[in-house]
């Protein structure tokens, strides 16, 4: 049986690494039928915006994994990232990344038993890319996380601890501080757990997270995290062992994955068959193990742990004074094929459970509270807190804050002056508490507002099965 696979070549150094890769895969006897395509660079020339053209889109439904050399994203002419594109259409939630201890490489955390894999939701957060210039000197973004897409990720990376056999997973969230997104993630982390009893798991503020990966990074097992913050701690985690050269990625989804090196298309050496292939060809290991070519996953780790560990045969990044090319390491890669060391750990792989599927969303007691308008203005806090007060008084709401950059500002705290800008958040919630919130009171309110003041957004306050949905400004009472 042959599985048959997408190869993009990519840019830059692109085509040398995959055709390094495609040789040891080929000489491990790894059953694999490569349909070649396209992404990145030449299809941007021809006027494909995305990146990616429909070709390859058909190969990867049909084959539902792709190996993919690194994509250039064009700066500057309203292109959008080819890697996004294909991450974001065929929905690969998981960003996962290894982080090993390869022995023979000459780093400062060397000869450490550091072991451990952070899975990165690649979907949601900031990443949505949802922002706005909301006054001339105040940008937004969207933070956006999701019960399912939280859940998703989650359970992805309970189901990766056992197919690995690791005994314990830890949550990094900044769950202290933004208590709703990061929060949601946390919370969802306690409930999923229980259905992991044999997995120990653990809640870690990402700030002690990225501090413990310095001071302790063989404490960890596998780290689950949102977008951003796991955007920063895996490149943290490629530096613990050795580099760009040597840092593997999958993209994982419920149907398609995509193996890809965490590095770019590194022009400066483009062409020049110094490029070292270990990169992809680790990500090619993490395929290999996802398509259940178990034997041949072994062989090709043992083969690049015993080229470093053993034989010390380094590409130019990893020894400054080397001359040995690409090409050539390949060679010595695929002669190594078949000779074992006992430089790594030993670890027994089983496949992991895909789809990954979540709990229906529970029936919840919702009820509107208010309305928080965001406002553009050049008054003090109580110039605009008086006008605010006297447009609410004949209306069923009164005025509970404003707050500046998510601190009170009216009423005022003592005898607190805090340095405002012209952005201001003014809430107003309902007089009687029992009553219902109709639509047509809040746009009454806004009309009211905006006719005496500038506002650009508002957001309705609403309480879940009697519990706030919104968090109070610092100094809230
Ligand atoms: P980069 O391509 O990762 O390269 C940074 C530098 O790291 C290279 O110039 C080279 O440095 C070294 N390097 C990286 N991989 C190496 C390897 N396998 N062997 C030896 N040396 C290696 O980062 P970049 O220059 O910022 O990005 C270039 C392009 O790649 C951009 O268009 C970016 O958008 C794209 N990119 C794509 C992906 C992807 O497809 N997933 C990821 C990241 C970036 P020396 O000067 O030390 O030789």
């Excluded at 997408?6 to 040789?23: F, H, N, S």
């Excluded at 690969?92 to 023979?104: D, E, F, K, L």
């Excluded at 806090?381 to 004949?394: F, N, R, Y």
């Amino acid at each position: 049986m042959t599985t048959p696979i997408t190869l993009i070549k990519g840019d830059g150094v692109g085509p040398e690494i995959v055709q390094a890769v495609k040789r040891v895969i080929d000489a491990s006897g790894a059953q694999i039928e490569w349909e070649e395509c396209e992404a990145g660079a030449n299809v941007f020339k021809k006027g494909i915006a995305s990146g990616v053209p429909q070709e390859t889109i058909d190969s990867l439904i049909r084959t539902n994994v792709a190996l993919k050399g690194p994509l250039e994203t064009p700066v500057g002419y309203g292109e959008k990232s080819a890697n996004v594109t294909l991450r974001a259409l065929f929905e690969t939630y998981a960003n996962v990344r290894s982080v090993q201890h390869i022995p023979g490489i000459p780093n400062p955390f060397s000869g450490r038993p550091i072991d451990f894999v952070v899975v990165r939701e690649n979907l949601e957060d900031l990443y949505a890319g949802i922002e706005y210039l909301q006054t001339p000197s105040v940008a937004e973004a969207l933070k956006l996380i999701t019960r399912k897409g939280s859940e998703k990720i989650i359970r992805f990376a309970f189901e990766l601890a056992k197919a690995e056999g690791r005994r314990k997973v830890h949550c990094a969230t900044k769950a202290n501080i933004m208590k709703l997104t990061e929060g949601l993630f946390k919370k969802v982390f306690e409930e999923v757990s229980k259905d992991y009893p044999t997995i120990e798991s653990h809640h870690v503020i990402i700030d002690n997270c990225a501090h413990q990966m310095v001071v302790h990074p063989e404490e960890f097992d596998v780290i689950v995290t949102t977008n951003l913050q796991g955007d920063i701690i895996t490149d943290l985690g490629s530096g613990l062992v050795g580099g760009l050269g040597v840092a593997p990625a999958a993209n994982i989804g419920d149907k398609v994955s995509i193996f890809e090196a965490v590095h770019g298309s590194a022009p400066d050496i483009a062409g020049k068959n110094i490029v070292n292939p270990t990169a992809l060809l680790f990500s090619a290991v993490l395929m290999l193990r996802h398509i259940q070519e178990f034997q041949a996953a072994h062989q090709i780790e043992q083969s690049i742990l015993y080229t470093l560990g053993v034989q010390k045969a380094f590409t130019k990044d990893l020894e400054k004074n080397s001359n040995l090319s690409t090409t050539d390491f390949t060679e010595i890669l695929i002669q190594n094929l078949g000779k074992e060391t006992d430089l790594w750990p030993t670890r027994h792989y089983t496949p992991i459970k895909l789809p990954i599927k979540v709990s229906p969303q529970k029936e919840v007691l919702r009820k509107d509270v208010g309305v928080d308008i965001f406002l553009e203005s050049k008054l003090s806090p109580e110039q605009l807190g008086k006008s605010l007060e006297s447009i609410a008084l004949p209306s069923p709401f009164s005025l509970q804050m404003i707050s500046n950059l998510g601190i009170q500002v009216y009423p005022v705290l003592g005898n607190l002056k805090p340095d405002t800008v012209d952005h201001w958040r003014a809430r107003f919630l309902l007089k009687n508490k029992e009553a219902l919130l109709t639509d047509e009171q809040i746009l009454h309110l806004l009309h009211e507002v905006g006719s005496q003041h500038r506002w650009m957004h508002i957001e309705k306050l609403c309480e879940y099965n009697h519990i706030s949905g919104f968090t109070k400004a610092q100094g809230e009472s």
